[in-house]
């Protein structure tokens, strides 16, 4: 595609429910990135993803949050019972290089709401 | 204390003013840096990158790295409306550059 792009726009969630956020890179794009950006804050590195292998997630807050790339191209964020203080944006990168966050290319991102 | 402050602002200046944005960072194994500028309900898009020390120009933009104060800096000349938006700076170590460490962030709002 021309872009990142991430779906849905917006999710309003029950405090409890799960919620799966999806991220389709630009097409053949190598590494991908999720980030979490808290209202007024600037973005804060949740994992990377080169291909289909998870490199780094030591950014996950906790284990209610997972991600996966089963097949090297979308991306799935799900967030397991979700609490208030879940409520967030969560932008998706991707780069053509390996760990190429000086690359990067960001979509519109996430907003979610938890109440 | 974070690893990289900026100034939230917000930062009003009427149009064709010379804008000086700048980030300061505690991390010395920090060598890339970037500004990205982020519109209402988007994505950051990047805006300059760059490496260890140094300015780079392109365009209205120039970026400054002086690394020996850790302190960074985007000029934007000629500023004009469009450019009204939230700069952020970001930065990482040559090891380990796939995770991005963000300032705040500063609003600017260019008046016609």
């Known amino acids: 595609g021309a872009g990142v792009s991430q779906s849905p726009r917006y999710k309003v969630a029950k405090r409890g429910q799960d919620v799966a956020l999806r991220c389709d890179p630009i097409?053949?794009?190598?590494?991908l990135f999720w980030y979490q950006q808290a209202l007024g804050q600037g973005p804060e590195f949740l994992t990377y993803?080169?291909?289909?292998?998870?490199?780094?997630k030591s950014g996950l807050p906790s284990d209610r949050f997972f991600a996966e790339r089963p097949e090297g191209s979308v991306s799935t964020l799900k967030i397991q019972r979700t609490q208030q203080e879940d409520s967030a944006v969560y932008l998706c990168?991707?780069?053509?290089?390996?760990?190429?966050?000086?690359?990067?290319?960001f979509g519109q991102g996430t907003r979610l709401t938890v109440v | 204390q974070k690893e990289v402050e900026q100034d939230p602002g917000p930062l009003s200046v009427p149009e064709g003013a010379i804008v000086s944005l700048n980030c300061t960072y505690s991390?010395?194994?920090?060598?890339?840096f970037m500004w990205y500028r982020q519109y209402s309900r988007k994505g950051p898009e990047l805006l300059m990158y760059?490496?260890s020390s140094g300015n780079k120009e392109d365009g209205r933009f120039t970026a400054q790295v002086d690394k020996s104060s850790k302190y960074i800096s985007l000029f934007i000349r000629d500023s004009q409306p469009s450019d009204s938006a939230t700069y952020l700076c970001?930065?990482?170590?040559?090891?380990?550059?796939?995770?991005?460490?963000w300032g705040l962030g500063t609003s600017l709002a260019v008046n016609p």
């Open positions: 990168a991707s780069s053509a290089l390996t760990g190429g966050n000086t690359e990067a290319f």
């Open positions: 097409s053949g794009h190598v590494s």
């Open positions: 993803f080169q291909n289909e292998a998870q490199l780094d």
């Open positions: 991390n010395s194994a920090f060598q890339y």
């Open positions: 760059t490496y």
């Open positions: 970001a930065m990482t170590n040559a090891g380990n550059n796939r995770k991005l460490i």
